[in-house]
């Protein structure tokens, strides 16, 4: 394995959030379908946004309106495309995907499922309550704590239909105050910080498995994986990561800026 990236941040560019309402929907990785799209963040909350993500809310907001589309939430600039949002994805390491999918145990399988979905709730946390800031005034001078709206896909396979525990975080442009107005996202301080909610996560999920399973780990190059899960095993059902990595070597990078890319 080369570049192996736990957590990746991009811009979210026109259209689509349609490619993840389209797998919440009908999940085509195992025809199997996967949960609907879940509401996070203070933000949403301030909204009175429900819990299950609306293809219609959520386009709606990610162009900076109201969940209805009727009220306008952020002043556009003229001229200037508007930045809808950000992606965050926390991919869990192989191990805790293979042994997600071979373990015999259902409970086994909800509990790796509750720890990833913990490590990214804290992670989460920590990006809205130390991270985030809304721009205030003419021209955004000034920044100003808010709370984020977020919707979260997760899934349990990727593209090569391998298994692959993992979370897309829509963070849309959209940030509520505490005095209740609204406001765009300052997002300098989300790619500074990019590193440190990589490790915040990967730490947050070694902990809950160990707790959860008392599984134990062993390093990997620059991460870890769970010990005891064989790495022909791993390599097996990495069959992206290999196509990934064949496109990079054909092309002589090797960054995990690349890899995204790639």
């Known amino acids: 394995m080369g570049v192996v990236e736990m957590m990746s941040l991009s811009a979210l ?3 689509r959030e349609n490619y993840y309402l389209n797998l919440a929907r009908e999940d085509y990785y195992t025809q199997g379908g996967e949960a609907p799209g879940e509401w996070l963040g203070h ?5 009175g946004l429900g819990s299950e993500v609306e293809g ?6 990610l162009h900076g309106k109201s969940s209805d589309g009727t009220v306008a939430l952020v002043q556009e600039r003229r001229g200037a495309e508007r930045q809808m949002g950000w992606d965050l994805t926390f991919s869990a390491p192989k191990s805790v995907s293979v042994l997600w999918s071979q373990t015999e145990s259902g409970e086994d ?5 509750q720890a990833h979905r913990a490590a990214v ?3 989460l946390q920590y990006l ?3 991270v985030t800031y809304s721009r205030r005034t003419r021209g955004g001078a000034v920044h100003e704590r808010a709370g984020l709206v977020m919707a979260a896909f997760s899934h349990q396979t990727s593209r090569a239909r391998d298994p692959q525990l993992h979370t897309h975080v829509i963070v849309t442009n959209l940030g509520v105050r505490r005095d209740g107005t609204t406001g765009t996202i300052v997002s300098k301080p989300f790619y500074q910080q990019k590193m440190v909610l990589g490790a915040m996560y990967r730490a947050e999920l070694a902990r809950n498995l160990t707790e959860y399973l008392g599984v134990r780990w062993e390093a990997h190059r620059t991460w870890h994986e769970i010990a005891g899960v064989p790495r022909k095993v791993m390599d ?4 992206r990561r290999q196509q990934i990595e064949a496109a990079l070597e054909e092309r002589g990078l090797s960054s995990p800026e690349a890899a995204a890319v790639a």
């Open 13 to 15: 560019g026109r259209g």
């Open 43 to 47: 933000g949403a909350l301030a909204l």
């Open 56 to 61: 219609n809310d959520l386009r709606n907001l």
């Open 109 to 113: 399988r909800q509990r790796i499922q």
């Open 121 to 123: 709730a804290s992670t």
């Open 128 to 130: 809205e309550g130390h």
């Open 236 to 239: 097996h059902f990495s069959k």
